[in-house]
C-alpha cells in the first residue's frame, strides 16, 4: 500500500447551500491520503456533513477544486463512479436505507456492483455476521430501532467494500457493546477512513489524527488541541447540577 497516494484533495472549496447567505464551506481545503485513519470533531452546525455530501458530489461547490483518486471531479457524470469506492455513512439511517428487508438493503449495493443474486446475498450475509445482526436479516428495516438502523446502514456501506469510508456519527445511537464491536472492526480493516463523531473516547480510539472545523474550513492536528476535560467531586445530599 502506498501510504502518501492522494485520494481525495479539496482546494478552496466555496459551497452555499442554495438560497441560503451562509458560506457553509469557506474555502476549504483538505487532504486525505492512502492509508489515513482521520477523526473529525467540530460544533453542531460547522459543516461537516456538508463536506461528506461535497466529497461525494451530493453538494455542488461553488467554486474550488474536487480530486478523487487523482483526477478533477466536475460534474454528475464524475461523481457516480466513485460513489461505489467511496462508501458514505449517512448521518441519519433513513436516508441509507430503502429496501423492504434488511437482507435486501444490505445485498442492494453489491448487487448494484454487479455481483450475481447469490453473491451479493452472500456478502450481505457475511457483513451482517460480523456486525453480530444476521438474526435480523428477514426484519423491516424501517421498524428497527435507531441504534439496530445504525447497524444495517453500516453493514450496507462495508458490504460495497469500498476503499474508503467516510462515517457520519457511526456511533449515534449505538450502547457499549456495539461500539467496542465498531471500534474492533474499524481497527482490524485495512481501509483508508475520516469519521465525524461527538464522542471523544471513540474517535481517539480508531483514528490517528483528529481535524475539527470553523468558518467553513477544517482545521488539521497541528493547528487544533483537543483534550478531554474530567473532573471529580463528592456526591454531595441532594442530586445537583453543574452551572
Ligand atoms: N439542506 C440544507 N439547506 C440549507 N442549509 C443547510 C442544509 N443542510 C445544512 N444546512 C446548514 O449548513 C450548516 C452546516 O450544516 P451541517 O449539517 O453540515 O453541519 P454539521 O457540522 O454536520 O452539524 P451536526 O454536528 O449537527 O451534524 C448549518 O448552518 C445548517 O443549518
Ligand atoms: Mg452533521
Known amino acids: 500500500m502506498n501510504n502518501n497516494e492522494n485520494i481525495i484533495k479539496l482546494e478552496q472549496v466555496v459551497f452555499s447551500y442554495p438560497g441560503s447567505n451562509i458560506t457553509t464551506l469557506n474555502h476549504l481545503d483538505l487532504e486525505i491520503n492512502r492509508g489515513d485513519r482521520l477523526g473529525m470533531m467540530a460544533p453542531n452546525g460547522s459543516g461537516k456533513t456538508t463536506l461528506l455530501h461535497t466529497i461525494m458530489g451530493l453538494c455542488k461547490p461553488n467554486s474550488g477544486i474536487i480530486k478523487i483518486f487523482g483526477k478533477q471531479l466536475k460534474n454528475e457524470k464524475d461523481f457516480a463512479p466513485i460513489r461505489t469506492k467511496i462508501g458514505l455513512l449517512f448521518q441519519d439511517s433513513d436516508d441509507q436505507l430503502f429496501c423492504p ?29 460480523k456486525l453480530g445482526i444476521e438474526d435480523f436479516e428477514q426484519s423491516v428495516t424501517h421498524r428497527m430501532s435507531g441504534g439496530q438502523k445504525r447497524l444495517v446502514a453500516l453493514a450496507a456501506v462495508l458490504a460495497m467494500q469500498p476503499e474508503v469510508l467516510l462515517l457520519d456519527e457511526p456511533t449515534a445511537g449505538l450502547d457499549n457493546k456495539v461500539k467496542n464491536k465498531l471500534i474492533n472492526i ?12 461527538h464522542e471523544f473516547d471513540f474517535i481517539k480510539a480508531v483514528t490517528d489524527k483528529i481535524y475539527s472545523m470553523e468558518e467553513g474550513r477544517v482545521l488539521t492536528d497541528d493547528k487544533i488541541h483537543i483534550h478531554r476535560h474530567e473532573h471529580v467531586h463528592k456526591h454531595g445530599r441532594h442530586p445537583h447540577v453543574h452551572k
Open 101 to 129: 428487508t434488511v437482507l435486501e438493503d444490505v445485498a442492494f449495493g453489491p448487487l448494484n456492483l454487479g455481483f450475481s443474486q447469490e453473491d451479493a446475498i452472500k456478502i450481505a450475509r457475511e457483513t451482517l455476521a
Open 186 to 197: 474499524l481497527n482490524n480493516i485495512d481501509i483508508t477512513f475520516l469519521v465525524i463523531s
